[in-house]
């Protein structure tokens, strides 16, 4: 068996994901779980790590944990302060040691970024944005981070200038699992057409939100449309809002897009109608990537002199 | 005892109300209780009713019970097929009969109104409407009745020319009680300035809510910024979303708010930050009102010729 040299832990509110490392930066192993932050007290950080990569742990060896995510907010396992814009998206430097019990096992958390003008926070996402960066490290742009809560970041000579959070996966989520309109949003199933067509809707007219909201269950009583239209209708509305409120950024920059591959899809095609042409860049890779420097600082300073 | 001459029910997904009306017009009883439409199977309306009302019956009489709102609806007692723009508000006799085991009872339900370009619904809100216009019948301008599904409705000569439906009720309590904001938005309280700072905020730039509602919880976490204040923002941003879709019909219209005393209180503080004076009119008077056509029509109609 190839040795795991260290261990990337993406560990959100609803999610941890563990990715072991090999020596010349291959994933070995991955651990995916619904062990999340909200399903936590403090003390059980510790045994649901172990839980999730005891067996990647050896007796005699100290393994490096570098952690992104909620996991360092204050309802985390430990609350590590932010860096505040502007500022590089991760510093090893700023990496904060989390106590454990376990002799095997050496954690670290990066810091989130906040923003004071107007206040605005990410936990993970600052960790994506290092990744794409260490190998792209020329690139001045926009990244769009679909999700929960969508990120728009803009990155200037290395740094993260300013962001904007949407709640727009959320909302998605609220609208279909809990209002009026679940009823007529329920079924799965996709229409691009739909889609694209409220993209367009809401960018030509990005206010009203809640008549346009409303209509949709107006469609589905007087029209009888179907919930796949109505469900792709809903994420090209919420979609195209967010899109339209960062006109300014996408029209002057170029975008890479960091998300799950259906996430990315959606705000590809949606910008992909106004002529961008946006870069994807695959989520995991950049949680890996963005940590490989902080793994790499830790595991230096551990060596002996 | 004063004779009950009538009762007006009305009857919505969450709440039952019943009036029972004098021969004068005047309040004699009432009752208000949860037994929502959303509650109940087509069964068990009838019994629930007899619940409500069962002490204003009498042996040798039928009492004409006139009812507006979701009883009408698909999910309702009884599918009462929609009146459509342009039309009367309520016309006596479109209303519709519903079968009942109980002699002493006499049900009928008022019919709601759609509109088909765009497509948009209401019941109950049409008979609040009638209310307002059989006490004014020369009224020409605008209604706005707040709510979980607030309205805004355009009358000429008398009929519903058009209206607007926005989820701004709906939204808050998504967000308030479901949402990442439950947090920061839980306490109860108020701050009148937050709240016309935040209707200024949606006026002068309706786009991206999605941005604004996250940045209610940054401030939260960065600014330790309280719960009332942030619940006062989230009602001004919703509200101020809402009236700025509808600026063209309140700016050239007289307004008249149908609602409860809390909602009209805040539309009208909303509203009259840009001038506007509307007037108030309280929601159960219009119900009221609004079936005492009905009513009179229904027990001309029983009358022996």
């Given at each position: 068996m190839m040795t795991i040299q260290w261990v990337a832990l993406d560990w959100g509110t609803t999610n941890l994901n563990a990715y072991a490392i090999g020596e010349r930066g291959q994933i070995l192993d991955r651990v995916h779980n619904a062990q999340g932050m909200s399903r936590l007290e403090p003390r059980e950080f510790e045994p649901a790590l172990l839980h999730a990569i005891g067996p990647w742990l050896d007796e005699d060896r100290i393994m490096p944990v570098l952690a992104c995510g909620m996991v360092g907010a204050q309802q985390g396992w430990l609350e590590v302060p932010y860096s505040e814009t502007p500022c590089l998206p991760v510093s090893p430097e700023t990496a904060v040691s989390v106590p454990v019990n376990d002799r095997r096992l050496a954690v670290r958390i990066v810091?989130?970024?906040?923003q004071r003008q107007p206040n605005d926070v990410m936990r993970g996402e600052e960790t994506q944005i290092a990744g794409y960066l260490a190998q792209h490290p020329d690139f001045d742009g926009v990244f769009c981070l679909p999700g929960t809560h969508s990120k728009w970041v803009q990155i200037v000579n290395g740094e993260i200038r300013s962001f904007t959070t949407f709640m727009t996966g959320?909302?998605?989520?609220l609208l279909t699992q809990h209002s009026v309109l679940r009823f007529c949003t329920k079924d799965p199933g996709w229409d691009d057409?739909?889609?694209?067509?409220a993209v367009e809707t809401a960018m030509s007219d990005p206010g009203g939100?809640?008549?346009?909201?409303?209509?949709?269950?107006?469609?589905?009583?007087?029209s009888g449309t179907p919930s796949e239209t109505l469900r792709a209708h809903l994420s090209g509305l919420l979609i195209g809002s967010e899109i339209a409120a960062m006109r300014k950024m996408w029209r002057a920059s170029d975008v890479v897009i960091i998300g799950d591959r259906e996430n990315a899809r959606l705000y590809q095609s949606a910008l992909a109608s106004f002529d961008i042409t946006p870069l994807i860049y695959d989520d995991a890779q950049a949680i890996i990537q963005g940590l490989r420097s902080v793994a790499m600082a830790a595991i230096h300073a551990a060596e002996p002199a």
């Open positions: 810091p989130g970024v906040c959320e909302l998605f989520g057409a739909a889609f694209l067509e939100l809640a008549a346009k909201l409303f209509s949709m269950r107006s469609c589905a009583l007087l």
